[in-house]
């Protein structure tokens, strides 16, 4: 039996009861019933008992009712019920004020109805209880269940197990970002103590207790299940289905989409594959998509291409790929994303995703998406790999076009020596532009900017160019600068004020910083073979 006080109050007939002292005591939980036919009951009182008494073994000793009162109190006892009438016709003030100073409910109970039948109501109404419960409990686990054979994919699976255990719940995974917070806890209280070990835990805190139960597949944690409760026996009586749920969130958190996938997703990445290769026209491309129903996107999308700096193992590839995918799969923005697809091919990883509802124009939609690779760099920091971002594109076949800006993106960086791990096209579409500029005009253009310079010497040249480079690289943060090249920050302002007066510049003027921006972009392009006229 687990019942409060209160709640024993709404069933008949104790419903006819009354609650004629310790009324801030109703919450205490009964756990069992047992009568009184002896002074020293207390001796075998159990912690959430409930007492009911004709209390005859006390009728001429107040003194010592109140004595029972106060053991009865300290071995956790849930209230009495003193039925009145034959022996007493009215409880002591005495006791009643001893039971509101312990809070310890006393019940007037009703005298037409026996013992017996309070007691069944009781245990009636428990059963009841339990069986609603164990039906839930049954009917959660049938959801689970479907949930968990079902094959489509779901945007948020986590909000869906919140939604079949109808339980404050969070998800938080291995390196402790939130998933989920259904449970109205502020982030700080959830991750109390971090790390946490993986092992299951039920912790105690000022808004309740936590049940936290680790997600685990084989030897791998891949983050931890949070469920709240004000009750812990609560917790304890739903283990078994928080830990289905547990084991459904773990499988989910450790597969792979190129690993669990459906036929149509298989031939989806085939068909990508030979299409960015340009091993099929553009047509047969648009109607084998349509034939197999293609999964890609609908509407505008942003193609994304991932590629190892290094040039390591197929295998060591793949296990970074499949840290990066899991990485973009439990990602604030681009998790939620309802469209994301992911081919892997040679050595690298092209994702394609679909713009959502919630963006206000292309281009902060791509914003979003060069922002979220760089977080996941951040991540995964010293992981050798770089990402390279198309620009928004409206119709499915563009996805050729998207690809080969990735590529192009990726040598234009290799040219200029770019070393951000996320380059977006939209950045270098200049570079894309000026290679096609003949060597000699862009050897022509330097040394007209450069002459009156020609007349000072190889080292006065070399640094000041140095430094005026490293300005424009640090987008004029002078500290920067300074710290870069080892030189106070006064030195760093002397040259630039040389050079623009040598050059006739102004570098508060745009039209004149874009002259030094093309000079500095024209030499590191005239120094790369793959730029040669």
């Known amino acids: 039996m687990r019942l409060t006080v209160e709640e024993a109050l709404t069933i008949y007939p104790l419903s006819k009861a009354k609650l004629v002292?310790?009324?801030?005591?109703?919450?205490?939980?009964?756990?069992?019933?047992?009568?009184?036919?002896?002074?020293?009951?207390?001796?075998?009182?159990?912690s959430g008992e409930m007492l009911f008494t004709t209390a005859f073994a006390i009728k001429d000793t107040p003194d010592s009712f109140l004595q029972m009162l106060r053991k009865l109190d300290e071995r956790g006892a849930a209230g009495i019920g003193v039925k009145l009438g034959r022996y007493w016709s009215a409880i002591p003030d005495i006791v009643l004020e001893e039971a509101d100073r312990m809070h310890f409910p006393i019940l007037e109970l009703p005298y037409e109805f026996t013992f017996s039948d309070q007691m069944n109501a009781l245990f009636h109404a428990e059963f009841q209880r339990s069986t609603e419960k164990l039906h839930d409990a049954l009917e959660k686990q049938k959801q689970l269940v479907r949930f968990a054979l079902q094959t489509q994919s779901f945007a948020d699976p986590f909000q869906k197990v919140a939604d079949i255990l109808a339980r404050p719940l969070a998800v938080v995974n291995a390196r402790g970002q939130i998933l989920l917070n259904a449970s109205g806890w502020p982030e700080a209280e959830l991750l109390a103590s971090w790390p946490w070990p993986p092992k299951l835990s039920r912790i105690e805190s000022e808004r309740g207790w936590t049940s936290r139960i680790p997600l685990t597949k084989e030897a791998d944690c891949y983050g931890f299940l949070l469920v709240m409760s004000d009750d812990p026996d609560a917790l304890q009586e739903e283990e078994g289905l928080?830990?289905?749920?547990?084991?459904?969130?773990?499988?989910?958190?450790?597969?792979?989409?190129?690993?669990?996938?459906?036929?149509?997703?298989?031939?989806?990445?085939?068909?990508?594959?030979?299409?960015?290769?340009?091993?099929?026209?553009?047509?047969?491309f648009q109607e084998q998509a349509k034939t197999i129903g293609s999964p890609g996107p609908v509407g505008p999308f942003v193609c994304v291409v991932t590629i190892?700096?290094?040039?390591?193992?197929?295998?060591?590839?793949?296990?970074?790929?499949?840290?990066?995918?899991?990485?973009?799969?439990?990602?604030?923005?681009?998790?939620?994303?309802?469209?994301?697809?992911?081919?892997?091919?040679?050595?690298?990883?092209?994702?394609?995703?679909?713009?959502?509802?919630?963006?206000?124009?292309?281009?902060?939609?791509?914003?979003?998406?060069?922002?979220?690779?760089?977080?996941?760099?951040?991540?995964?920091?010293?992981?050798?790999?770089?990402?390279y971002v198309s620009k928004v594109k409206l119709e499915l076949p563009e996805l050729l076009e998207a690809y080969e800006e990735c590529t192009e993106a990726k040598k234009i960086a290799d040219a200029l020596s770019f070393h951000s791990p996320v380059v977006p096209f939209?950045?270098?579409?200049?570079?894309?532009?000026?290679?096609?500029?003949?060597?000699?005009?862009?050897?022509?253009?330097?040394?007209?900017?450069?002459?009156?310079?020609?007349?000072?010497?190889?080292?006065?040249?070399?640094?000041?160019?140095?430094?005026?480079?490293?300005?424009?690289?640090?987008?004029?943060?002078?500290?920067?600068?300074?710290?870069?090249?080892?030189?106070?920050?006064?030195?760093?302002?002397y040259r630039l004020e040389k050079m623009s007066e040598l050059l006739g510049l102004d570098l508060r003027k745009m039209g004149d910083l874009l002259k030094l921006k093309l000079l500095f972009m024209f030499k590191r392009l005239m120094t790369t073979n793959d730029y040669n006229a």
Not at 21 to 46: E, H, Q, Y
Not at 252 to 275: F, K, P, V
Not at 327 to 343: A, C, D, F
Not at 450 to 461: A, G, I, M, N, V
Request: charged share 25%; proline share 3%.
């Open 21 to 46: 002292a310790g009324s801030k005591g109703i919450g205490r939980i009964i756990t069992s019933l047992n009568t009184m036919d002896a002074p020293d009951v207390f001796d075998w009182i159990k």
């Open 308 to 387: 190892p700096s290094a040039d390591p193992s197929a295998e060591s590839v793949r296990d970074r790929f499949q840290d990066f995918r899991r990485e973009i799969k439990y990602h604030l923005h681009l998790g939620t994303l309802e469209s994301r697809q992911h081919v892997l091919f040679r050595d690298r990883l092209l994702s394609v995703f679909q713009m959502n509802d919630g963006a206000s124009s292309g281009e902060a939609f791509m914003n979003l998406v060069v922002k979220s690779f760089d977080d996941i760099h951040r991540t995964l920091a010293g992981d050798p790999l770089r990402s």
């Open 242 to 284: 928080l830990h289905q749920a547990a084991e459904i969130l773990s499988h989910h958190m450790s597969r792979l989409d190129d690993d669990q996938q459906t036929i149509a997703s298989y031939q989806w990445g085939t068909l990508i594959e030979r299409y960015v290769q340009r091993q099929m026209p553009r047509d047969t």
């Open 426 to 493: 939209a950045n270098l579409e200049l570079s894309y532009v000026f290679r096609y500029i003949p060597n000699d005009i862009m050897k022509r253009y330097c040394d007209n900017v450069l002459r009156p310079l020609q007349s000072k010497d190889e080292e006065y040249r070399t640094y000041m160019l140095s430094t005026l480079e490293c300005y424009f690289a640090n987008e004029g943060q002078i500290n920067e600068v300074a710290k870069q090249m080892f030189i106070h920050r006064n030195t760093v302002l």
